[in-house]
């Protein structure tokens, strides 16, 4: 019996409290044509299947909320439901798939069903086509988004044969479920006493856990006190906009080294100039505070990597947005994440979820649904980076030419951003909520121009190293970065 881990269900509760979030992510892999017709695709799909036990299991919740919910095999489980298919209207251009994934990804996964599907989208631009990968956040996060890649796709244009695949359901019977709970429920003091035991074995290793535990819950506590107001926070309706831009990863090198930083901090900050704008566009004061943003940390190791579900802690990070200049803004942020790393708040994160599995599941949902429903809210954006993967990767024998990414917005956050690289490529996708935020384009417009302003800040010298690493690719998908 498989349970989701407290964080994995937690997707699962804030859904359910948001009459109007869809906790999906996606990712969209445009590839060169043909497209394969669906019977082919359905039986590339199948011969994998194997390798994703996940794919063919449903969340299945305990009575009485007993225990977390299960993972459960679906003795009704049907391919075919879960691949879809479509097309662009004429010209197929960027407008065209930004609004067609904006109107995929505002619709909620079946909860009766395994909580994915596939969709073919054809009638791209010169012959190729794209794939939507939509799954909802319970069952994986972005890390193990790229796994799925690593394991559905091939490393050249030559298929891999189907995997053996023996598959019976096994599907657990309710009395089952509920004396399973009930005696995980019944061991929880002492587990918890043998983890008190384990502590005072390591006085000093406990006093120095429990002291970054502290400082890392004050600063998350004090990262989530409100915020100043400002129109990009606030209820959602269920439409969601999306927007993209790709970015040369040259670039984002280039101003990072330029910098002495990250490229996770040239990348954020990029981000807090694209918010900055946004505000002074609608006649709003950036003022400090009024962008903090959810920034999830891999906190995966090496080992469990190939394993389907959720690994993350978070920073919660003020954007520099009352700065006006873009190398001031990337300074901020470089200094203010050594801030969040030197008070411990991702490894507090990481602590709680941890002491969240030893809890009775039943308080910690309440208190992830009372959490949801105070009236105020810190948090106005989320911002995901992810590397995606490195070499060059295949469908049906057909070359994947970029991977887009995909972040669900909830909680009053009316704007979410992701990156994700694949081979030499950023692409940045802006998710935004659909009536009250309309200039999704134009915010991921302004990421690409403040990482390429990041890149050429450092004079003529930098800027002729920017063209000569900047690499050779063929040309993307094209079309404008305006909002779908």
């Given at each position: 019996m498989e349970y989701l881990s407290p964080l994995d269900a937690s997707f699962l509760d804030l859904e359910d409290e948001d009459p109007h979030a869809?906790?999906?992510?996606?990712?969209?892999?445009?590839?060169?044509?043909?497209?394969?017709?669906?019977?082919?695709?359905?039986?590339?799909?199948?011969?994998?299947?194997?390798?994703?036990?996940?794919?063919?299991q449903k969340v299945r919740r305990?009575?009485?909320?007993?225990?977390?919910?299960?993972?459960?095999?679906?003795?009704?489980?049907?391919?075919?439901?879960?691949?879809?298919?479509?097309?662009?209207?004429?010209?197929?251009?960027?407008?065209?798939?930004?609004?067609?994934?904006?109107?995929?990804?505002?619709?909620?996964?079946?909860?009766?069903?395994?909580?994915?599907?596939?969709?073919?989208?054809?009638?791209?631009?010169?012959?190729?086509?794209?794939?939507?990968?939509?799954?909802?956040h319970s069952m994986l996060d972005g890390v193990t988004g790229n796994e799925l890649y690593r394991l559905i796709c091939d490393p050249g244009p030559e298929p891999r044969p189907g995997e053996p695949d023996d598959w019976q359901p096994e599907p657990t019977g309710g009395t089952a479920l509920t004396l399973d709970a009930l005696g995980r429920l019944a061991a929880l003091?002492?587990?918890?006493?043998?983890a008190l035991l384990r502590a005072a074995a390591d006085p000093a290793g406990a006093v120095r856990r429990l002291t970054d535990l502290v400082r890392g819950a004050t600063a998350l506590t004090e990262a989530l006190l409100p915020a100043p107001p400002t129109s990009l926070s606030g209820p959602l309706g269920r439409a969601r906009r999306y927007a993209l831009a790709r970015v040369p990863m040259a670039e984002i090198a280039a101003a990072a080294r330029a910098h002495r930083v990250?490229?996770?901090?040239?990348?954020?900050?990029?981000?807090?100039?694209?918010?900055?704008?946004?505000?002074?566009?609608?006649?709003?004061?950036?003022?400090?505070?009024?962008?903090?943003t959810l920034v999830p940390v891999n906190v995966r190791t090496t080992d469990a990597r190939h394993v389907f579900d959720n690994r993350l802690s978070s920073m919660l990070l003020d954007l520099p947005v009352e700065i006006g200049d873009a190398p001031g803004r990337l300074r901020a942020v470089?200094?203010?994440?050594?801030?969040?790393?030197?008070?411990?708040?991702?490894?507090?994160?990481?602590?709680?979820?941890?002491?969240?599995?030893?809890?009775?599941?039943?308080?910690?949902?309440f208190l992830i649904r009372a959490a949801f429903r105070m009236p105020q809210r810190g948090l106005a954006t989320v911002t995901t980076n992810v590397p995606g993967p490195p070499v060059p990767l295949y469908l049906l024998g057909r070359p994947i030419r970029e991977i887009l990414p995909y972040v669900p917005i909830a909680e009053h956050m009316r704007v979410g951003v992701a990156a994700l690289t694949y081979r030499d490529q950023a692409a940045i996708g802006v998710t935004s909520d659909f009536a009250t935020v309309p200039e999704a384009g134009d915010f991921a417009a302004t990421v690409a121009t403040e990482i390429r302003e990041l890149a050429m800040a450092r004079g003529p010298a930098a800027r002729r190293s920017l063209r000569a690493a900047r690499p050779v690719r063929p040309a993307p998908v094209p079309g404008s970065a305006r909002s779908a």
């Open positions: 869809s906790l999906a992510i996606a990712s969209v892999a445009v590839i060169d044509g043909p497209a394969p017709d669906q019977a082919a695709f359905a039986e590339a799909l199948r011969g994998r299947l194997a390798l994703v036990p996940r794919y063919r305990v009575p009485f909320n007993l225990g977390r919910p299960v993972w459960d095999d679906d003795p009704g489980f049907d391919l075919d439901f879960h691949l879809r298919r479509t097309a662009l209207p004429a010209p197929g251009d960027d407008d065209a798939l930004q609004h067609l994934i904006g109107r995929i990804m505002s619709q909620r996964l079946d909860r009766e069903r395994p909580m994915w599907e596939d969709w073919v989208i054809e009638g791209l631009p010169e012959g190729r086509w794209a794939l939507l990968s939509k799954v909802h003091p002492f587990d918890q006493a043998r990250t490229i996770n901090d040239v990348y954020l900050a990029a981000v807090a100039g694209a918010f900055r704008h946004l505000l002074l566009f609608r006649a709003e004061q950036p003022v400090p505070g009024a962008i903090r470089h200094d203010r994440i050594a801030g969040l790393r030197e008070r411990h708040e991702v490894e507090a994160g990481a602590e709680l979820l941890t002491l969240a599995d030893q809890e009775p599941y039943a308080m910690v949902s």
